[in-house]
T-cell receptor, first 114, second 114 residues
Framework: KAGVTQTPRYLIKTRGQQVTLSCSPISGHRSVSWYQQTPGQGLQFLFE???????NKGNFPGRFSGRQFSNSRSEMNVSTLELGDSALYLC?????????????FGQGTRLTVV | QKEVEQNSGPLSVPEGAIASLNCTYS??????FFWYRQYSGKSPELIMFIYSNGDKEDGRFTAQLNKASQYVSLLIRDSQPSDSATYLCAVNRGYGGSQGNLIFGKGTKLSVKP
């Protein structure tokens, strides 16, 4: 069974640009969550999508947005990039049924803003 | 008070010893608890999850949960150098219709010395 696939693996962008990251969940998983990981803040929740609807959102500015498609694939967009957006962006998929909320992470996208 | 707290370490144990990793959480309504292992430069890998009070064993790993004390721990028996990694504790509050929202601690760095 294929795992969670994130593309691209690495990105270098300039301040002010925008970026789109992609995540394909494990087959059958309908929940996709996005996290930002930095050395200082650790892993922080960005948002969760379930059946194409944003179900929960973390404490990030509106420059961070996402969407989910009917095949459960998800994209995350960051507009007007800032240097502080440099981080490892991780996507996790989950069955999200009852208490079975185990989340499995993709390899991440390493974003560097210069 | 941080929602999920872990001792950052580093925790150093000799090969073959038991490594004990601890985590406390603040939200008494939290429902499910996870331990992830993250090697340097890699994404988090789920190693254990626990929902009920008590112990749960899987090979060399034992997760312990005490909801009254809001405490979860991970024991690694017969520690190996390959266990050297950062261990992340994560909590899912499991309410509000969101099951994909994990709150992570900052992680404990474990070093197993040959």
């Amino acid at each position: 069974k294929a795992g969670v696939t994130q593309t691209p693996r690495y990105l270098i962008k300039t301040r002010g640009q925008q970026v789109t990251l992609s995540c394909s969940p494990i087959s059958g998983h309908r929940s996709v969550s996005w996290y930002q990981q930095t050395p200082g803040q650790g892993l922080q929740f960005l948002f969760e999508y379930f059946s194409e609807t944003q179900r929960n959102k973390g404490n990030f500015p509106g420059r961070f947005s996402g969407r989910q498609f009917s095949n459960s694939r998800s994209e995350m967009n960051v507009s007007t990039l800032e240097l502080g957006d440099s981080a490892l962006y991780l996507c996790a998929s989950s069955l999200a049924q009852g208490l079975h909320t185990e989340a499995f992470f993709g390899q991440g996208t390493r974003l560097t803003v210069v | 008070q941080k929602e999920v707290e872990q001792n950052s370490g580093p925790l150093s144990v000799p090969e073959g010893a038991i490594a004990s990793l601890n985590c406390t959480y603040s939200d008494r309504g939290s429902q499910s608890f996870f331990w992830y292992r993250q090697y340097s430069g890699k994404s988090p890998e789920l190693i254990m999850f626990i929902y009920s009070n008590g112990d749960k064993e899987d090979g060399r790993f034992t997760a312990q949960l005490n909801k009254a004390s809001q405490y979860v721990s991970l024991l690694i028996r017969d520690s190996q150098p390959s266990d050297s990694a950062t261990y992340l504790c994560a909590v899912n509050r499991g309410y509000g219709g969101s099951q994909g929202n994990l709150i992570f601690g900052k992680g404990t760095k474990l070093s197993v010395k040959p």
